[in-house]
């Protein structure tokens, strides 16, 4: 059997984040991981080093959720919002915003699974709701569209590095 | 860390080949526009739209020098860009990592259930 495709990060528009990662597990497992707080408490720890600290999920539309995540420095990292659209085992959208708001305002996250051969691949957007931040793309000349993965970004920087930047 | 507006400017600028190339240029020193639309085979009218947007996005600025306003590269917003998105990167990539693991324990646990369901039924029937 062939190893899941790796995590990709692609910001295909001007207010958009997509994440994209294949699971070895059908869908509805993946679907739980993701809405059970007993079963968030145990993967989502965020970086490494850091634990979560807080998890409190009333997985349910108009539902709140808050995550608060601990650094070995004791560094906290919160993030909560509101449930909005909860379909099992396919979709999920939410409210997002981080404590310290440094995402501009509020955001809109939204997770799809879909199963193929008994995997599941999730597919997670994080759209910015934030006019400046949109208009500042605009203004910017991205109207062509873009598709910017990281790797390119990270070429790109090896690029220079090697050049001696 | 970096402001969401920034960081869009910065990938939308780095969004186009071209613009990345006139960067990858400059990382060697600084040039004129004329010394960078040679290799390109464009126009320096072209080559100035392009600056004009990494200008905006911060990555390149522009010297006094009348005549020939050198541009050079801006290393900063580079690095915030770069920097974002790898604690992005790792903050999921590791978090799955977990869930990997998480989900084969489910699985098992599923598989388990199930087995002694079926034991549990195969008594039921025979009782």
Redesign the interface.
């Known amino acids: 059997m062939s190893a ?1 495709k790796p ?1 990709t ?1 692609t ?1 295909p528009g ?2 958009e ?1 997509i ?1 994209t ?1 294949e ?3 059908p869908r509805e ?2 679907f739980d ?1 993701f809405g059970k707080a007993e ?1 968030l408490k ?7 080093g850091w634990t979560l600290a807080v998890c409190e999920v009333d997985f349910r539309v108009g539902g709140k959720f808050r995550f608060v995540w601990r650094g070995a420095d004791g560094v906290e990292m919160g993030m909560g919002g509101t449930h909005k659209v909860i379909e099992r085992p396919e979709r999920v959208v939410r409210s997002e915003i981080f404590d ?1 708001d ?3 305002g509020e955001t809109i996250g939204t997770a799809v699974f879909t199963e193929r051969d008994g995997r599941t691949t999730l597919t997670q957007s994080v759209v ?1 709701a ?1 006019r ?3 208009d ?2 605009a ?4 109207a062509e569209g ?3 993965g ?1 790797q ?3 070429a ?2 090896a ?2 590095v090697a ?3 | ?1 970096a ?4 960081l ?2 910065t ?6 080949p071209t613009r ?1 190339a006139i ?2 240029r400059l ?2 020193g600084e040039a004129s526009v004329t010394e960078l639309a040679e290799p390109f085979a464009m126009s320096q009218p072209a080559i100035s739209k392009h600056l004009k ?1 990494l200008e ?2 911060g990555l390149v600025s522009r010297g006094r020098d009348a005549q020939r306003r050198p541009c050079r ?1 801006e ?1 900063e917003p ?1 690095a915030e ?2 920097g974002w ?1 790898e ?10 990592a ?7 324990e ?2 098992a646990e ?1 598989a388990v259930a199930k087995k002694s369901t079926k034991r549990r039924n195969a008594k039921g029937d025979k009782a």
Do not use: C
């Open positions: 899941p995590l990060i910001t001007d207010r984040i994440v990662r699971f070895n597990a497992l993946v991981a079963l145990r993967w989502f720890n965020g970086p490494p310290q440094w995402t501009g910015y934030s400046e931040a949109r500042a793309a203004r910017s000349g991205m873009m598709e910017m990281y390119s970004l990270d790109f920087l690029d220079q050049a001696g930047a | 860390m402001s969401v507006r920034t869009d400017a990938f939308a600028a780095l969004a186009d990345r960067l990858a990382a060697l947007v905006l996005a590269i290393a580079l860009a770069s998105l604690n992005y990167r790792q903050f999921w990539e590791h978090s799955f977990q869930l990997d693991n998480l989900l084969e489910l699985k599923q």
